[in-house]
């Protein structure tokens, strides 16, 4: 059904925010060639059903594969709450058991005893993400020690899609949520970015969390991990291409995209148009 020759890493999210994922893995391994694709005509993915991201998430892994990507990074929290399992458990199988899609959750769970003192984290996600329990169900596998207290915050990947990211509204909703959370738990002394928009916003991020309080991207965690994996499944690090280059992909208009990740990235991306579905 697909090719079974070396190609691109993939990386898929619901829309920019993956970026930052991105960003993490090509500064740790710049050798390998990536393929980037944004379901930005479908995004905010936060807010739909378990069965919606699921199916949304399937397609896109579907066409990644499809364009020669032997292996998948998921770089959404809430596609990897949600579908990661499923798409594991009950696609890969019977798509084609060589090839692999990993999630970013596990990940940040694996480093999170490291980056706490006080053993209160906070979370800030997605409401799905939130809903989930995926972080809570991660951490307590590893770290049962750890109190974990999380808060969605509906608007902030909307305000990072709409290109709103560093405005005084944004500054707004960053604010409400984040004294929302330090209300719920003001022993927390690590706050976990559990959405890969949310780095994008982090000018106003910073100005909101108090001093000595810890704030957890996930690009280079993410990144070590798979460079860790990798070593240790030398086959499937056989069948990735290396040249360094990086092919963008959306599912909306090819110039919004690259105007928008020109913003994020500082520069110039080579961007196709796909359908998804
Ligand atoms: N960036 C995604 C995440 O990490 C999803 C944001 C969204 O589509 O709502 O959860």
């Given at each position: 059904m697909f090719s079974h020759?070396?190609?691109p890493i993939g990386i898929f999210d619901s829309?920019?925010?993956?970026?930052?994922?991105?960003?993490?893995i090509r500064q740790r391994l710049p050798e390998y060639d990536y393929m980037y694709l944004g379901d930005n005509a479908r995004a905010p993915y936060g807010s739909r059903s378990f069965e919606v991201v699921y199916q949304f998430t399937r397609q896109a892994v579907l066409?990644?594969?499809?364009?020669g990507c032997q292996l998948v990074i998921l770089g959404c929290n809430t596609a990897s709450a949600k579908a990661l399992r499923s798409i594991q458990q009950r696609d890969l199988p019977e798509w084609d058991p060589d090839r692999r899609v990993l999630g970013i959750i596990r990940p940040t769970a694996e480093v999170i005893g490291n980056l706490t003192t006080s053993r209160h984290v906070g979370l800030l996600a997605t409401p799905?993400?939130?809903l989930s329990g995926s972080y809570e169900l991660e951490i307590a596998k590893l770290f049962p020690d750890?109190?974990?207290?999380?808060v969605g915050c509906p608007l902030w990947a909307s305000i990072v899609e709409a290109g709103e990211a560093d405005s005084p509204g944004a500054d707004y909703f960053v604010k409400k949520r984040i004294d929302m959370l330090l209300r719920k738990d003001p022993?927390?002394?690590a706050i976990i970015l559990g959405c890969t928009h949310y780095p994008l916003l982090m000018n106003s991020i910073v100005t909101h969390v108090p001093p000595g309080v810890r704030i957890i991207p996930q690009g280079e965690y993410v990144a070590n991990s798979?460079?860790?994996?990798?070593?240790?499944?030398?086959?499937?690090?056989?069948?990735?291409t290396r040249g360094g280059g990086c092919q963008y992909l959306t599912t909306e208009s090819e110039e919004k995209f690259s105007e928008t990740a020109r913003i994020f990235l500082h520069e110039?991306?080579?961007?196709?148009?796909?359908?998804l579905g």
């Open positions: 020759s070396p190609g829309g920019y925010g993956g970026l930052t994922i991105l960003h993490g066409k990644l594969f499809d364009m799905g993400t939130i750890i109190r974990l207290s999380g022993d927390i002394d798979l460079r860790s994996y990798l070593d240790r499944h030398k086959s499937l690090e056989s069948m990735l110039q991306v080579n961007v196709k148009h796909v359908d």
